[in-house]
């Protein structure tokens, strides 16, 4: 475990309600966030951040040649804030192999399904279509294979009637907001691990649907 395990460095392209539940958190918690950085300017967590104090990056994509360039440069952003961990919080590119390696173990997701169903985008409207009773939101560790990294925890709600694709987000975010913190506080306390594509959490494997927190 590296002795850096406490600092957080979080990836954004958008509201970034996440990364401000985790910034709310970590007031009191046992993390800090180093640094936000995300590939799009106009995110409004980039306002997020500098209303709480914490340093920004801003990498757009779109001034990349390849996905391999950015990624490079993404990798070398990260690095100089020599944070213990990654957090995924609404980052909407998707990483490479070479830099999942780079940082193997150390990158987290949130993903608004109960992986792994539902892996990819659009989640609330492909639940609702389906017509599944169960929605929820996992945290997951990053691996090569998008969305399918072993989760940690999942946090379930129930479909009702007159549930649409916003009121379902809204509930989701509000299920977000305490389970993502919780998780990065149990890696900054050095109680999870990737190991052989696995999950561990205080040295005990978890199972297919991480730790059910309701
Ligand atoms: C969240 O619903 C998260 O699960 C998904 O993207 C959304 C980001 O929301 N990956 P926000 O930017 O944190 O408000």
Known sequence: MQNNQRSVVVLISGN?????????????GNYSVAGVISNRPDAYGLRRAEQGNIPTAVLNHKEYASRDLFDNALADAIDR?????????????????DFVKRFQGRILNIHPSLLP????????????????????????????????????????????????AETLAAKIHQKEHVLYPTVVS???????????NDAYLDDRLLPESGERIT
Do not use: C
């Open 16 to 28: 970034g309600s996440n990364l401000q539940a985790i910034m709310d958190y970590s007031v009191s």
């Open 117 to 164: 169903d539902y892996p990819g985008t659009n989640t609330h409207q492909r639940v609702l279509d389906a017509g599944e009773k169960l929605h929820g939101v996992s945290v997951h560790f990053v691996t090569e294979e998008l969305d399918g990294g072993p989760v940690i925890a999942q946090e379930s709600i129930a479909i009702e009637d007159g549930d649409d």
């Open 81 to 97: 804030f020599e944070p213990g961990l990654i957090v995924l919080a609404g980052f909407m590119r998707i990483l490479g192999a």
């Open 186 to 196: 149990w890696f900054a306390d050095g109680r999870l691990r990737l190991e052989d």
